[in-house]
């Protein structure tokens, strides 16, 4: 069993800039790919972007490419998502998640949830 606990969201300018951590118990994430997606009221979970431990490789939803970076930390527990630019559509509730099953874009195919962190980004 993985437990994920997210935290670093919070209200910000649009433009600006924030760091959401999510870390691990439990299990370390090193073996695990891991993802973050976010969640606007009245809207579907959406995909961010996640990191495919096993190749190395990362992956990006298209609304935040060039503006979100995916790391991990030399902890092993640790990843970060980097936003930069915010958007006030940026907003939404952010979870991480990790584990995958299938598809890296999919919520589905996850098997760990963390209980999410707010973003609020103001105009």
């Known amino acids: 069993q993985v437990q994920l606990a997210e935290s670093g969201g919070g209200v910000v300018q649009a433009g600006g800039s924030l760091r959401l951590s999510c870390v691990a118990s439990g299990r370390p994430l090193s073996y695990y790919a891991v993802a973050w997606f976010r969640q606007a009221p009245g809207k579907a979970r959406e995909f961010v972007a996640a990191?495919?431990?096993?190749?190395?490789?990362?992956y990006y939803g298209d609304s935040v490419k060039g503006r979100f970076t995916i790391s991990r930390a030399s902890d092993r527990n640790t990843v970060y998502l980097q936003m930069r630019s915010l958007k006030p559509e940026d907003t939404a509730v952010y979870y991480c998640?990790?584990?995958?099953?299938?598809?890296?874009?999919?919520?589905?195919?996850?098997?760990?949830w963390g209980q999410g962190t707010q973003v609020t980004v103001s105009s």
């Open positions: 998640a990790s584990d995958v099953s299938g598809s890296y874009y999919y919520a589905e195919s996850y098997n760990y």
């Open positions: 990191d495919a431990w096993s190749s190395g490789s990362t």
